[in-house]
């Protein structure tokens, strides 16, 4: 299934903003969010539409239970964020960076994470649906009892990562990196591997190679 862009962004119609209001329940939308450089801000409840962040960096901040839809994410550090409890849809991160942040029960659907640093970051209890991660860094994030449905995976890198009671069932892992994964025979059955890669489970069968 094609993972949907960003839809109706009229970049030409797009009014530039160098700053964001930072008002509870508030709406932004058709802006081009460029060049902010803030640390342990606080946005809740509100919600973003039809907009381009470009070049912006909020780390160690909180952007809890807000909306994006319809987003471009281009060339942004949100290092150490939360998005807890927030929505995703039809988004798109460009190579971003996102170490360490925090997308617990949050809803992704129709996302691509693309050339994105997401290390250590924590997808647990998120619903994740016509999501793609491509050519993007997941070393030691965690996906722990989550909902997948469509997860792309194109070159990525999942060293490490913790995976806990959700199945990846009918999900392509051949051509990314596995190494280090922590999983369970019952979450990875139904996975496609590659030959290659399946020393890298035999611990779950008690076994060791020679």
């Known amino acids: 299934m094609k993972i949907l862009k960003p839809q109706n962004i009229q970049k030409e119609d797009l009014e530039e903003v160098n700053q964001i209001e930072i008002q509870t329940e508030d709406t932004i939308q058709n802006k081009k969010i460029q060049g902010i450089n803030k640390e342990c801000i606080e946005l809740y409840n509100m919600k973003f539409e039809k907009t381009i962040f470009d070049q912006v960096e ?94 792309i995976l194109e070159e990525a890198d999942l060293t490490g990562v913790n995976v806990f009671k959700t199945s990846l069932k009918n999900i392509d892992l051949s051509n990314s990196q596995i190494e280090g994964i922590a999983i369970s025979i019952e979450d990875i059955k139904g996975a496609t591997i590659d030959l290659l890669q399946a020393p890298e489970l035999l611990y779950l069968l008690g076994v060791k190679i020679k």
């Open 58 to 151: 909020m780390v160690n901040s909180k952007l809890e239970k807000d909306t994006f839809l319809d987003i471009q994410f281009n060339n942004c550090n949100f290092s150490n964020c939360s998005f807890e409890n927030s929505s995703f849809i039809r988004c798109e991160f460009m190579n971003c960076k996102i170490t360490g942040s925090n997308f617990i029960e949050s809803t992704l659907y129709n996302v691509s994470f693309i050339e994105t640093n997401a290390n250590y970051t924590n997808f647990s209890n998120a619903n994740i649906e016509n999501v793609c991660f491509e050519n993007t860094k997941l070393r030691n994030s965690y996906f722990q009892e989550n909902k997948l449905k469509n997860m």
